[in-house]
Each structure stands twice: as structure tokens, then as C-alpha cells.
């Protein structure tokens, strides 16, 4: 009998399977997880640009474009910190996009599949080293 560990949106982490809205992977499976932030590297030189605009050419934009560049350099560095994707590699996949959303979400998820790893690993030891 599966126990859930960990659910939330389209997140399922049970004790023998890990499921996302693209696809389902077996724990036993996963060699690696890893959560990365594609879309800060992304936003980084327009949130200069913008800053750089706004300082160098302050006296000649309206007020709404000036409000839009201070929007560009502040929110979307942010957005980009906040939004991340968990990639998942297994023995059927090499590196597959799992799943994409908010940091916390995937971190959360990440920390439960990281115990259900672990406990299965120890398992694993624990019955091999009896032999």
C-alpha cells in the first residue's frame, strides 16, 4: 500500500511513486533531482537594461514609462527567483523537466522525495549488508 507523503497542485509524492501532471517516476528509479531558476538568468539583463534607462534617461521619459522601467528592474528579478522547474534524472529519462512552479511548492516536493529516497536506500542497504 502506497502512503502519501507530500501533495499539493499537481504534486503527488508517495512512498513508491513520484507523480507530476506531465509524467509518473518510480522512487526507485530516481538518480537525481535538482531545482533550478531558468527564468532569473533570463530577467537579469532586462532588469538591468530597464534600470539602466531609467538613470541614464530619467528627464526624457513620461511618468508611465518611468513607472514601467522601475516595474521591469524590481518585479521581474523577482518573479524569475520565485518561479523554478524540477528536473528529474532516471533511468528511463536522462534529464526531464518534471515539473514548473512556484519555489516553495518544488523545494517542498524535492525535501519529500529526498526522505522517500533516503528511507528506500537505507532499506536497500540495511537487506544487503544482512546477506
Same mark, same amino acid.
Given at each position: ?5 507530500? !501533495? ?5 509524492? !508517495? %512512498?513508491?511513486?513520484?507523480? %507530476? ?6 522512487? !526507485? ?22 534600470? $539602466? ?35 528529474? %534524472?532516471?533511468? $528511463? ?15 517542498? $516536493? &524535492? ?8 528511507? %528506500?536506500?537505507? &532499506? ?8
Amino acid at each position: 500500500m502506497q502512503k502519501i507523503i507530500y !501533495s499539493k497542485d499537481d504534486i503527488i509524492v !508517495s %512512498t513508491a511513486l513520484f507523480k %507530476t501532471a506531465r509524467r509518473t517516476y518510480r522512487i !526507485s528509479d530516481i538518480e537525481k533531482i535538482a531545482i533550478k531558476r531558468p527564468l532569473l538568468w533570463f530577467s537579469l539583463p532586462i532588469a538591468l537594461g530597464s534600470f $539602466a534607462l531609467l538613470s541614464n534617461f530619467q528627464s526624457y521619459l513620461y511618468v508611465h514609462e518611468r513607472w514601467f522601467c522601475m516595474a521591469g528592474f524590481i518585479l521581474l528579478p523577482l518573479i524569475g527567483w520565485f518561479i523554478a522547474t524540477l528536473n528529474v %534524472t532516471s533511468r $528511463a529519462y536522462t534529464n526531464d523537466l518534471a515539473a514548473i512552479g512556484w519555489m516553495p511548492t518544488l523545494s517542498a $516536493a &524535492r525535501n519529500a522525495l529526498d526522505t522517500v529516497i533516503f528511507k %528506500t536506500n537505507y &532499506r536497500a542497504d540495511v537487506v544487503s549488508h544482512e546477506d
